[in-house]
């Protein structure tokens, strides 16, 4: 039988959860690419990581510096 967890939220029965793409931020700047996983039923946020699969995200010029 398959192991089926309930929402913390709402209760019911989780059977899928809705993976979305999310950005980390670190003091209002963009750090990393994360994944979200949440309730299909509310909409409620069960938990956010860090995608592993991502590709590395490429260092931007700094417009003041030029560096």
């Known amino acids: 039988m398959i192991n ?3 929402c913390p939220h709402c209760g019911k029965t989780m ?3 809705r993976v979305e793409k999310v950005a980390g931020m670190v003091e209002e700047d963009s750090k990393a690419r994360c994944l979200s996983f949440s309730c299909i039923h509310c909409k409620a ?3 956010v990581q860090l995608d592993a699969r ?3 995200r490429p260092k931007t010029k700094d417009p003041a510096t030029g560096a």
Do not use: D, F
């Open 45 to 47: 946020i069960l938990g």
């Open 4 to 6: 089926q967890g309930k």
């Open 54 to 56: 991502s590709r590395r």
């Open 15 to 17: 059977l899928h959860a």
